[in-house]
């Protein structure tokens, strides 16, 4: 379909581990979100890309959540040396661009770590 | 930080009820904007009411946003089965990013 996709669906990762988070937002869309879900609560946001340029990354965590979109399309959410409380399900949202204001969300990476 | 916050947390009802969830918020807003979420599934966008309406439709929905209590409400009319899921409230202010409440769970039960 012409939706937002995410991969993987379901990661499981030992403490420690560095892991990877891809987004393929819908062609065309300028703007691209990160969230993360804990069991439970609503989606609180990350980062967001306006093509390649990060122009917002106050919802980071801390210095191990690194994300990227190079050329303006596909974007990866990088978590270094995973923590427990890193667990949740990771959300990608996209939207045309700035003067929309409806974003389009993947499916989510559901991220376990043990 | 969540800013919204929906009550109730969950809510039971028979299929063909009406369901009536409630969303307050904090700061002023620019819009505000209801998604639903299925089990397992990302956010999909039900409607958005900005700051200067009061009343939306669309279908079977019906919004409402009053500023100066700084809270909206979600009606479901002669609900379904299949409008089994979470309901998130989320407002927008300025450049700010969106901020979801910690959602309604709605069971409908057939």
């Known amino acids: 379909g012409a939706g937002v996709s995410q991969s993987p669906r379901y990661k499981v990762a030992k403490r420690g581990q560095d892991v990877a988070l891809r987004c393929d937002p819908i062609?065309?869309?300028?703007?691209l979100f990160w969230y993360q879900q804990a069991l439970g609560q609503g989606p609180e946001f990350l980062t967001y890309?306006?093509?390649?340029?990060?122009?917002?990354k106050s919802g980071l965590p801390s210095d191990r959540f690194f994300a990227e979109r190079p050329e303006g399309s596909v974007s990866t959410l990088k978590i270094q040396r995973t923590q427990q409380e890193d667990s949740a399900v990771y959300l990608c949202?996209?939207?045309?661009?700035?003067?929309?204001?409806?974003?389009?969300f993947g499916p989510g990476t559901r991220l376990l770590v043990l | 930080s969540q800013q919204g916050e929906e009550d109730p947390q969950a809510l039971s009802i028979q299929e063909g009820e009406n369901a009536t969830m409630n969303c307050s918020y904090k700061?002023?807003?620019?819009?505000l904007q209801w998604y639903r979420q299925n089990s397992g599934r990302g956010l999909v966008h039900l409607i958005l009411?900005?700051?200067?309406?009061r009343e939306k439709h669309s279908g079977r929905l019906r919004v409402t946003l009053d500023t100066s209590k700084k809270s909206s409400s979600l009606l479901i009319t002669a609900s379904r089965a299949a409008d089994t899921a979470s309901y998130f409230c989320?407002?927008?202010?300025?450049?700010?990013?969106?901020?979801f409440g910690k959602g309604t769970r709605l069971s409908v039960i057939a």
């Open positions: 949202a996209s939207r045309m661009d700035s003067t929309k204001e409806t974003q389009y």
């Open positions: 989320a407002t927008h202010s300025g450049n700010t990013p969106l901020v």
């Open positions: 890309f306006q093509n390649e340029a990060q122009l917002d």
């Open positions: 700061t002023s807003i620019n819009n």
């Open positions: 009411i900005r700051s200067n309406e």
């Open positions: 062609s065309g869309h300028v703007s």
